[in-house]
């Protein structure tokens, strides 16, 4: 029997009303709150990732990079932004970029490209879509530059557990990219919805490095 996590069991708590959680905060976010709290190890700092070529400043504060008639598969990602000792890090500038479904960048305009600021919680997401492959990279990827005062700015990448170059193993197949160097920017993917409106959803907390 698989030993249950201690998010679960504070979510139990929670549903059988033995832990309440006050209104106006978030039971998510007060459950991701108790396990910061409870880690006695500091965190460790996201990996970083190249930046890669097609970087564009001044992207626009845009959380919705998918149009409702855009092709490819639907795509939702949300985290947190911490530092090393597991607080949050509130308004910190989350910029991301990435290829369409077909492997393409906007290099004229900004389609799939964002500038987001974590609120309060230290919370980010954005809805896009599924990332294609493109000649010269071996994995699907989103680009991440993280900035935030007092810490150094990360530059990484998100890849796909469910990416066929990783052939359904990517904890022995993630260096076929020999861009990325950590398994841990590879992140599980789950899939919601009905078959007429199935779409993906990924976490991707990333941890900041103090200067």
Same mark, same amino acid.
């Given at each position: 029997?698989?030993?249950?996590?201690?998010?679960?069991?504070?979510?139990?708590?929670?549903?059988?009303?033995?832990?309440?959680? $006050?209104?106006?905060?978030?039971?998510?976010?007060?459950?991701?709150?108790?396990?910061i709290?409870?880690?006695?190890?500091?965190?460790?700092?996201?990996?970083p990732?190249?930046?890669?070529?097609?970087?564009?400043?001044?992207?626009?504060?845009?959380?919705?990079?998918?149009?409702?008639? &855009?092709?490819?598969?639907?795509?939702?990602?949300?985290?947190?932004?911490l530092?090393?000792?597991?607080?949050?890090?509130?308004?910190?500038?989350?910029?991301?970029?990435?290829? @369409?479904?077909?492997?393409?960048?906007?290099?004229?305009?900004?389609?799939?490209?964002?500038?987001?600021s974590?609120?309060?919680?230290?919370?980010?997401?954005? &809805?896009s879509?599924?990332?294609?492959?493109?000649?010269?990279?071996?994995?699907?990827?989103?680009?991440?530059?993280?900035?935030?005062?007092?810490?150094?700015?990360?530059?990484?990448?998100?890849?796909?557990a469910?990416?066929?170059?990783f052939?359904? @193993?990517?904890?022995?197949?993630?260096?076929? @990219?020999?861009?990325? $160097?950590?398994?841990?920017?590879?992140?599980?993917?789950?899939?919601a919805?009905?078959?007429?409106?199935?779409?993906?959803?990924v976490?991707?907390?990333?941890?900041?490095?103090?200067?």
């Amino acid at each position: 029997m698989t030993q249950p996590t201690r998010r679960d069991c504070l979510l139990k708590c929670v549903a059988l009303g033995s832990l309440r959680v $006050m209104p106006g905060l978030a039971v998510a976010d007060a459950v991701l709150a108790v396990e910061i709290k409870e880690r006695r190890a500091p965190l460790r700092a996201t990996p970083p990732n190249e930046i890669g070529p097609f970087y564009k400043r001044l992207a626009p504060n845009n959380a919705h990079l998918r149009g409702a008639s &855009d092709p490819g598969l639907a795509l939702s990602v949300n985290g947190h932004v911490l530092n090393v000792r597991g607080d949050v890090v509130p308004a910190a500038k989350v910029e991301i970029w990435q290829a @369409d479904h077909l492997g393409s960048y906007d290099l004229e305009g900004y389609r799939y490209r964002a500038s987001l600021s974590a609120d309060t919680a230290g919370r980010y997401s954005f &809805d896009s879509v599924m990332p294609g492959h493109y000649p010269g990279r071996v994995c699907q990827h989103i680009h991440y530059s993280v900035t935030a005062p007092g810490h150094k700015r990360l530059i990484t990448q998100l890849y796909f557990a469910t990416d066929p170059a990783f052939e359904g @193993d990517p904890d022995r197949n993630y260096t076929r @990219d020999p861009i990325v $160097m950590s398994r841990e920017l590879v992140r599980p993917v789950t899939l919601a919805g009905d078959p007429d409106v199935i779409h993906a959803h990924v976490d991707f907390d990333v941890v900041l490095e103090p200067l």
